[in-house]
């Protein structure tokens, strides 16, 4: 479990950057943060922090490939797998 500090820190800077996508890996628990305009961050945690952290990012998710779970900024827009 993530120090609560540390969880507090991810959710502050996914709220204040605008984040384009978030994508959850099932192997090795990774959650890839991609901004829109900074250096993505590679995070570690579980499906259902992903999750909350995609939500006050205010992302929606978005069908993917098996084992890894993907959040998007903008729906409509994207096209991948």
């Known amino acids: 479990m993530l120090d609560p500090r540390v969880r507090e820190a991810h959710a502050t800077k996914v709220v204040e950057q605008e984040v384009a996508c978030m ?12 901004y829109v305009a900074s250096e993505p ?11 909350e952290l995609a ?10 490939s098996d084992g890894t779970v993907r959040w998007v900024q903008d729906p409509d827009t994207w096209h991948g797998v």
Do not use: K, S
């Open 55 to 64: 939500l006050a990012a205010q992302l929606r998710m978005v069908p993917t």
């Open 23 to 34: 994508v959850w890996h099932a192997v090795g628990h990774h959650i890839d943060v991609i």
């Open 41 to 51: 961050d590679r995070l570690t945690g579980t499906e259902m922090y992903a999750a």
